[in-house]
């Protein structure tokens, strides 16, 4: 399965060594390529607080993803995006104006499906090799027009706890820089923006980082969702 994380005063020992000798570490044991994702995730998030693998996603299973959520808002399916949970959910275009599609397994789509899977052999490998204790997850398409955004924001709510880690899978082919949309994520001293290109997945603590969708010039799709554990 790749190098497991041993801890030490509980902290991972990968905390303790150079990001040079950690991926030195991950090349001697042998991986999947699903695998080599996954650690990318891991090994970026210890050393920077924010998890990035270019390739999480294949580029097949992107397309078919991308294509979904297409025939999805061609069909209105889609909804204006909410803030707070059901217990107190809110609508207000001024600070977020995407819209979403929630997946569900009983929708029994062989993409999201596939999907699915990807995300339940990744949650199997962070428990087992960080002890994340995670039990479930939730994720939803989400569609960003040209001229939307979303304003600063955590993603752990204050009334609910149970979302512990942040994911979000890029759906955007030829993505450019004039056409924005950037994921900002704000660290004291080190804010960090990243482009939403296709295939590319994001990962980081659902309440630890405030982070805002910048404006984007062209439609920008993704697959968001949070690992839980209740």
């Not at 060594?17 to 950690?22: A, D, M, V, Y």
């Not at 991950?26 to 210890?46: C, H, R, V």
């Not at 512990?164 to 950037?182: A, H, V």
């Not at 994520?185 to 980082?209: D, R, Y």
């Amino acid at each position: 399965m790749g190098l497991s994380f041993l801890f030490i005063e509980n902290k991972p020992i990968t905390s303790f060594i150079s990001s040079t000798l950690l991926r030195w570490l991950y090349l001697q044991f042998p991986k999947t390529k699903m695998e080599n994702g996954f650690e990318d995730l891991i090994a970026s998030y210890i050393e920077n607080k924010v998890g990035i693998s270019e390739h999480f996603l294949s580029p097949e299973l992107a397309n078919h993803l991308k294509q979904n959520l297409l025939d999805l808002n061609k069909e209105s399916l889609l909804k204006a995006a909410g803030i707070g949970n059901s217990e107190k959910l809110s609508y207000d275009g001024a600070i977020r104006s995407d819209s979403i599609y929630w997946l569900d397994k009983k929708h029994n789509n062989v993409f999201e499906n596939e999907f699915f899977a990807q995300i339940d052999a990744f949650i199997i490998y962070l428990n087992e090799s960080c002890y994340a204790g995670i039990t479930g997850y939730e994720f939803h398409y989400s569609l960003y027009e040209t001229g939307d955004f979303y304003l600063k924001h955590l993603d752990q709510f204050k009334n609910n706890p149970s979302r512990k880690y942040s994911m979000i899978s890029y759906l955007n082919s030829n993505w450019q820089e004039s056409d924005g949309g950037e994921l900002m994520i704000h660290q004291e001293n080190n804010n960090q923006k990243i482009s939403p290109t296709q295939g590319k997945t994001v990962f980081f603590k659902s309440n630890e980082l405030v982070h805002e969708v910048l404006v984007t010039q062209n439609t920008r799709m993704s697959i968001t969702g949070w690992l839980k554990s209740d």
